[in-house]
């Protein structure tokens, strides 16, 4: 019963935006802290953003502050990406994960969705 579906992903090129969106079903959503990790080929996953069950506060990797902004809507059970200023590296699998109250005792994943900023 839960799922989250990643969407938004696409080919853009150096410099172009793109908007991923997680739907989520199944579970409590506004209970659960929400981030985006990504995983390039031949890396390991990494955080990329997080939010906090109210929206309240965010966190970012390092790579991404600036031109990533986190955001969610919990009347909708959605997450959001926005990804400005895309760069050649940000090419990756983007996923979306859910842990129920920031714990990691009970964690959800998405399947992903494919970002490929080339030109």
């Known amino acids: 019963q839960v799922q989250l579906v990643e969407s938004g992903g696409g080919l853009v090129q150096p410099g172009g935006s793109l908007r991923l969106s997680c739907a989520a079903s199944?579970?409590?959503?506004?209970?659960?802290?929400m981030s985006w990790y990504r995983q390039a080929p031949g890396k390991e996953r990494e955080l990329v953003a997080s939010i906090s069950s109210g929206g309240g506060r965010t966190n970012y990797a390092d790579s991404v502050k600036g031109r990533f902004t986190i955001s969610r809507d919990n009347a909708k059970n959605a997450v959001y990406l926005q990804m400005n200023s895309l760069k050649p590296e940000d090419t990756a699998v983007y996923y979306c994960?859910?842990?129920?109250?920031?714990?990691?005792?009970?964690?959800?994943w998405g399947q992903g969705t494919q970002v490929t900023v080339s030109s």
């Open positions: 199944g579970f409590t959503f506004s209970i659960y802290v």
């Open positions: 994960n859910a842990d129920r109250m920031g714990r990691g005792d009970y964690v959800y």
